[in-house]
């Protein structure tokens, strides 16, 4: 009797049969296709296939014994796979690969093969043995990653393109703005800086990334106002904007700065960047105040001769005799009348220019309040003999402001009263002091203002539709009388009704009254 | 009495006639002068009682007038009315130390109450 020992299974000549059975039958049990071809004959036909590789390619037995493996393949011979197995079964090596085969449905499933030569005593090979899986299913799932994936790294190569265009887009804006543009990091340190800035400041790139601002170009930025804006009020959250930093520049001398200044608040890369946008307004400041000399000028180059004009026209009054018609009267009148408007309308025009670029400046002084409302008043009262203007009440004798600015509010509102008011004979002025405000009402009984009129008549060029047909002006008076008072951290206001006559009043804070009167 | 003297200095010729007239019409003796440099000499020489004083003059500018006559201890005391159509007029003549100050173009009420009273005080 002889034993035959593989190592793993071992079984005596008696049992050889019964043993043989169950190996088959175990084989048969497996859900795994397996096959032996003989590789001693011709075309390696095969000579043994279980059960599950029946099951697996839909062919039975008789139609399997004998045949060789590629029958599986069908026509799709072109698999690279196949150059594999060739190899192998010339060298007798195993080998796994991954093919498509085809059912005897026709239907396609990926066979997992594992394909192990049978090697004799001799050394030669005589058997291969090919186990077969059907891994369609995971083979589809991977066939379907490798999809998503390729989706995936195309959107992903496609969101990259955009982002790459649109940061390309936006660094070209950013070159292009006529305006200095420079990016800090949270300590200050520059990390770009874009065109115009190097244009406007005379440097290159090299001298100004990378470096403090404080250090760039031997510290032409170390500007102490600079310097707190950007370490004490930005830090608390609140932009900068429109700030004027007057500065002797190394390079390109006294320049007047308008600096707007953000910090950034995203979470991420960029938190705490700082963004300062510079605009060189010398120049415009420079020509705004040329406009306003030259208005200065004209307004007093065409005072000169109405000066001259006004008071021989109320000369004319005065030597006017007795016994002249009234149609002559009225004549030498309406002139002085339209002398004084056109005075005002010369008088507007340089302070609009200046309301419009913001260059009011405010001579504030001390002065006797009370006084200049009477001078004022008699002014008025010298120019209109028709109107009696009455004073009531006090406010202070001594106000801190712009007289000049106040007078031209008073007679504004002294002219609107009396013009508005051709029928009536009296304007009232109300002088009074409210906690710690002064407060002056000039309360005409005129033809009143419509509601809807009553807020915009404070707005610049604003006028009354019926009233423009009637009444000559340019509506700027109240705009120019808000602004005055605004400037005074005071308000001015209407109270009016329709043909009932308006009130006009403002309040001016008392703060800044000298202390000690 | 002699009539009070008030020397008036302006560049523009029509402005002079015109204030001329009316000051004379309200009894003064006037001394125009349109330039500007002799109105200190013309001070000395007149002795006038009150200055009418413009700003805006070529060469010598009404404020420089001023400082001349309020460093000068012969002139210092005279009162001056500075006349001027500029915006900011007020305040340069107040700088300047005027005494008072009438805005161009101005009444003529308003011109002889403002030089009755400097002469009254």
Not at chain 1, 257 to 281: C, F, Q, S, T
Request: hydrophobic letters at 35%.
């Amino acid at each position: 009797m002889e034993i035959l020992d593989n190592g793993e299974f071992s079984f005596s000549h008696d049992n050889l049969q019964r043993d043989f059975d169950l190996l088959r039958q175990a084989l048969d049990a497996s859900i795994t296709g397996i096959i032996i071809t003989d590789h001693q004959q011709p075309d390696n036909p095969i000579i043994y296939c279980n059960s599950a590789f029946e099951k697996l390619s839909g062919y039975t037995r008789k139609e399997i014994i004998g045949h060789n493996c590629r029958f599986l393949q069908r026509e799709d011979r072109n698999q690279k796979e196949r150059l594999i197995l060739r190899e192998a079964i010339q060298s007798g090596k195993d080998c796994v690969v991954e093919i498509r085969n085809y059912r005897k449905s026709g239907e396609l499933f990926w066979n997992e093969l594992y394909m192990s030569p049978i090697i004799d005593e001799n050394g030669k090979v005589t058997h291969f043995i090919g186990v077969q899986n059907d891994v369609t299913r995971r083979k589809k799932a991977e066939l379907e990653l490798l999809h998503h994936q390729q989706v995936m790294e195309q959107k992903i190569e496609e969101r990259t393109r955009v982002i790459r265009e649109s940061e390309e887009y936006l660094a070209s804006i950013y070159q292009t703005v006529r305006e200095s543009l420079i990016v800090l990091d949270p300590n200050f340190g520059v990390l770009s800086v874009n065109e115009h800035f190097l244009k406007t400041f005379k440097v290159s790139l090299g001298e100004t990334e990378g470096k403090k601002l404080y250090e760039l170009g031997n510290g032409q930025w170390d500007i102490p106002p600079l310097k707190q804006l950007l370490e004490d009020v930005l830090p608390t959250n609140n932009p900068v904007e429109n700030f004027e930093v007057e500065h002797d520049f190394p390079h390109i001398g006294k320049k007047l700065m308008l600096l707007n200044a953000h910090r950034i608040e995203l979470e991420g890369k960029y938190k705490d960047r700082i963004l300062i946008a510079i605009e060189d307004i010398t120049e415009r400041r420079e020509i705004e105040r040329r406009k306003d000399d030259f208005l200065s000028i004209a307004s007093h180059e065409l005072k000169t001769p109405l000066t001259t004009v006004k008071g021989y026209v109320q000369m004319m009054s005065r030597f006017m005799p007795e016994n002249s018609s009234d149609k002559f009267k009225g004549v030498v009148e309406k002139t002085g009348v339209y002398i004084d408007r056109l005075n005002n309308l010369i008088s507007e025009l340089l302070d609009v220019s200046r309301i419009q670029t913001g260059n009011i400046e405010l001579h504030k002084e001390q002065f006797d309040f009370d006084k200049m409302v009477h001078e004022t008043v008699e002014g008025m009262q010298a120019a209109n003999k028709d109107h009696q203007i009455i004073i009531k009440g006090k406010a202070t004798n001594s106000f801190v402001g712009d007289e000049s600015h106040l007078i031209q509010v008073l007679n504004n509102l002294l002219s609107n009263a009396i013009k508005y008011a051709p029928e009536s004979r009296e304007v009232l002025i109300y002088l009074s002091t409210v906690s710690n405000y002064l407060k002056v009402s000039v309360i005409d009984h005129g033809m009143g203002i419509n509601i809807e009129d009553q807020k915009r008549i404070f707005e610049r060029f604003y006028r009354v539709g019926d009233i423009q047909q009637h009444y000559p002006g340019m509506g700027i008076g109240l705009y120019i009388c808000d602004q005055i008072i605004k400037n005074h951290e005071g308000t001015l206001w209407v109270e009016s009704e329709k043909g009932r006559g308006s009130t006009f009043s403002f309040t001016l804070p008392l703060n800044e009254r000298a202390g000690n009167e | 009495m002699s009539n009070k003297k008030i020397l008036v200095c302006d560049d523009d010729e029509g402005i002079l006639d015109m204030v001329s007239f009316i000051l004379e019409d309200s009894g003064y003796d006037v001394i125009p002068e349109r330039n500007s440099m002799n109105v200190y000499n013309l001070i000395v020489k007149e002795r006038p009682d009150l200055l009418l004083l413009d700003l805006w003059m070529p060469v010598l500018s009404g404020d420089q007038v001023l400082k001349v006559l309020k460093s000068n201890p012969e002139t210092s005391g005279l009162p001056v009315i500075v006349v001027s159509a500029s915006t900011e007029g007020a305040k340069i003549a107040h700088d300047a130390g005027a005494s008072d100050f009438l805005a161009k173009p101005f009444d003529i009420e308003q011109l002889v109450n403002r030089v009755q009273h400097m002469l009254a005080s």
